[in-house]
Each structure stands twice: as structure tokens, then as C-alpha cells.
């Protein structure tokens, strides 16, 4: 019998029976992943389909990295599904860095680049973005401000600081990628950086560096000494 629907499974491993009945944290990956999904596909109830999943994502931390674009390559992920379920591991990502016990402390350029490296060296873009710290140095949030070639036209002190004071930064460090996977400097980089350093002089939030992602590498502008 090919149990496609959650209610079709048996009645002692049925996910939503077990989570309502014993709590969350006795599922597995696996269970929670098929009530997501609600539905399997033909010749995969719903539970196969939860753990191939897992398996061709390489765990729960691989699936929470792809991108919507990247889950709909997964056999039975259409655009409504990868969706929802992006939905659903967002809520999570968010969930985890709302509490300041959580958020990821950054006391290295190599603390940036372990948090963002696996999304920013695939991307086909150059994106620029800000992290915000507390006076602790822990991460308030990371906010995207640009997408395209690093230009002052892109980057304006405005946009950038508008994000740090709204979240009640005390610092923040620039960040941004390059898709050729070298992550060397270009003038624009360094010119953008220095601006962005002058401004934070004037509004009291302190540019602690900029760090540029390539492929499996990455270079911090403090450690050059260029900021």
C-alpha cells in the first residue's frame, strides 16, 4: 500500500499524532520535515520523501542554507512547497537569533566568514551587505543593501547607517562578496570603505572592518591594514 498522506500512514507513527501527543522535541528531523511537507509523491509516502530530502541536502543545516531556487531542484519541491518550507526554516533562523543568548559573537574577521561563507561564495552577484553589533560584539542582524558592482553610487552612507541605527548598533562590519572567487580588493572596495569609515566617525557607530568573501577564502581589510 503506498501511503502518500500523512493520514494515510499508520496510526503509531504518524507524526502529528506523536508531536501532539508526546511534544516537538520526540520527533526527528524526518517527522517534523513531514508534516511540512503534509503530502509524499507517488511511490513515496510522505516520510521517504521528508528523509531524501534530508539526505540529498546533506542534514537539516544543508537545507536551511538553499536558497528557494535551490530546494525547488529537488525532486518533489515545487514552488509552493520550497516556499512554505523556506517560510518555515526562516521562522526558525529568526527565532534562534531573537534571543541574545543565541547570536553569534564576532571577535575575528574568521567569525564573519564561517557565519556567511557557505551562502556568499556561491552567489552570482557581487551583494553588499552590514553586520550589527552590540556593545558586546554580538550580531543584532545582517542587512542587504546592495546587489550589484561595489560603486558609491550603490553603497550611500544612508542606506547603511539607516539599518545600524535602527537596530541600536555600537558597531557594524561591511561585508560583500565576489562571485569570481577571489576575494582581493579592488580601488572601489577600498574607496567604499573608507567612505562608509568616515561617515560612522560623524555618527558615532565604528566600521570595525570590511570583509570580502571569495570561494573558501576571504580577506579583512584590517588585517590589511587598509581601514
Known amino acids: 500500500m503506498d501511503y502518500r498522506r ?6 503509531d507513527v504518524l507524526p502529528r499524532e506523536r508531536l501532539f501527543q508526546f511534544g516537538p522535541e520526540i520527533l526527528s528531523n524526518k517527522e517534523i520535515l513531514a508534516i511540512l511537507l503534509r503530502t509524499g509523491l507517488k511511490g513515496e509516502n510522505v516520510l521517504e520523501f521528508a528523509n531524501r530530502l534530508l539526505t540529498e541536502a546533506g542534514g537539516l543545516a544543508g537545507l536551511a542554507r538553499m536558497s528557494v531556487h535551490d530546494l525547488t531542484q529537488l525532486h ?3 514552488q509552493a ?4 518550507l523556506k517560510a518555515a526554516l526562516e521562522l526558525g533562523r529568526r527565532s534562534v537569533s531573537s534571543d541574545p543568548a543565541t547570536r553569534p559573537v564576532i571577535n575575528s574577521p574568521q567569525d564573519i566568514a564561517h557565519l556567511v561563507m557557505e551562502e556568499m561564495r556561491y ?6 551587505r552590514i ?28 542606506e547603511c547607517f539607516k539599518e545600524a541605527i535602527r537596530r ?5 562590519i561591511l561585508l560583500h562578496n565576489h562571485p569570481s572567487g577571489d576575494p582581493t580588493p579592488s580601488r572601489e572596495d577600498i574607496d567604499v570603505t573608507r567612505r562608509l569609515a568616515d561617515g560612522g566617525q560623524i555618527l558615532g557607530i565604528e ?6 568573501i571569495g570561494d573558501n577564502r576571504y580577506i579583512s581589510l584590517k588585517e590589511r591594514g587598509i581601514l
Not at 560584539?137 to 553603497?155: M, Q
Open 207 to 212: 566600521v570595525l572592518d570590511h570583509v570580502i
Open 123 to 128: 552567489l552570482d552577484r557581487e551583494h553588499f
Open 76 to 78: 518533489g519541491l515545487g
Open 168 to 172: 541600536n548598533s555600537n558597531a557594524i
Open 6 to 11: 500523512l493520514k494515510d500512514l499508520p496510526e
Open 131 to 158: 553586520v550589527s553589533l552590540s556593545t558586546k560584539n554580538h550580531v543584532l542582524g545582517i542587512s542587504s543593501i546592495s546587489v550589484g558592482s561595489l560603486n558609491s553610487s550603490l553603497v550611500h552612507p544612508r
Open 81 to 84: 512547497k520550497a516556499s512554505e
